[in-house]
T-cell receptor, first 113, second 113 residues
Framework: NAGVTQTPKFQVLKTGQSMTLQCAQD?????MSWYRQDPGMGLRLIHY???????DQGEVPNGYNVSRSTTEDFPLRLLSAAPSQTSVYFC????????????FGSGTRLTVV | GNSVTQMEGPVTLSEEAFLTINCTYT??????LFWYVQYPGEGLQLLLK?????DKGSNKGFEATYRKETTSFHLEKGSVQVSDSAVYFC????????????FGAGTTVTVRA
């Protein structure tokens, strides 16, 4: 099925470990974003991209890196995991910057111990 | 920058009751407005949208009208079902040349049989 695919669905990391959350979409969307969801705080934007080779920081970028080498893929890297990064992470993509809404993946639940 | 304020929950209703979730926004220009729904254990799904003033978005019995004069986009449904139990997020993008999607904190709705 067409959509946004995130892997893994669950992950437990030790403090200081690094990892990459994968995100892929097959809808040829130019716009892609990473959000984290924490209780009572809604979704906060980590990084976003408006096309291959173009990325920028969102509201809470510290501790995360991204790259966009292809239209389809937008991985999120945690450089040195901290307990404050325990959260649910969502990747999303859109055809248009404003009018079409975003399609979301099913999320990655990350726990840092 | 853009911001969204939505009614705090949780909200608990009986089946067939009327649901309203208030949402107000701050933005310059003419943003697009969205309601997303998140069912337990899933990612967010676009419920409805409106892209200009006085537009009414509707889907699955839910409605919301883009009111520029009151900067509001309240979500309503006339008769809720148990299957409407979910977290609802108001969001906006655009306006002020800020095309990133900004979310409210989310409202948890529980419908009891």
């Amino acid at each position: 099925n067409a959509g946004v695919t995130q892997t893994p669905k669950f992950q437990v990391l030790k403090t200081g470990q690094s990892m990459t959350l994968q995100c892929a979409q097959d809808m040829n969307h130019e716009y892609m974003s990473w959000y984290r969801q924490d209780p009572g705080m809604g979704l906060r934007l980590i990084h976003y991209s408006v096309g291959a080779g173009i990325t920028d920081q969102g509201e809470v970028p510290n501790g995360y890196n991204v790259s966009r080498s292809t239209t389809e893929d937008f991985p999120l890297r945690l450089l040195s995991a901290a307990p404050s990064q325990t959260s649910v992470y969502f990747c999303a993509s859109s055809y248009s910057e404003t009018n079409y809404g975003y399609t979301f993946g099913s999320g990655t639940r990350l726990t840092v111990v | 920058g853009n911001s969204v304020t939505q009614m705090e929950g949780p909200v608990t209703l009986s089946e067939e009751a009327f649901l309203t979730i208030n949402c107000t926004y701050t933005a310059t220009g003419y943003p697009s407005l969205f309601w997303y729904v998140q069912y337990p254990g899933e990612g967010l799904q676009l419920l409805l949208k409106a892209t200009k003033a006085d537009d009414k978005g509707s889907n699955k019995g839910f409605e919301a009208t883009y009111r520029k004069e009151t900067t509001s986009f309240h979500l309503e449904k006339g008769s809720v079902q148990v299957s409407d139990s979910a977290v609802y997020f108001c969001a906006l993008s655009g306006g002020s040349n800020d095309y990133k999607l900004s979310f409210g904190a989310g409202t948890t709705v529980t419908v009891r049989a």
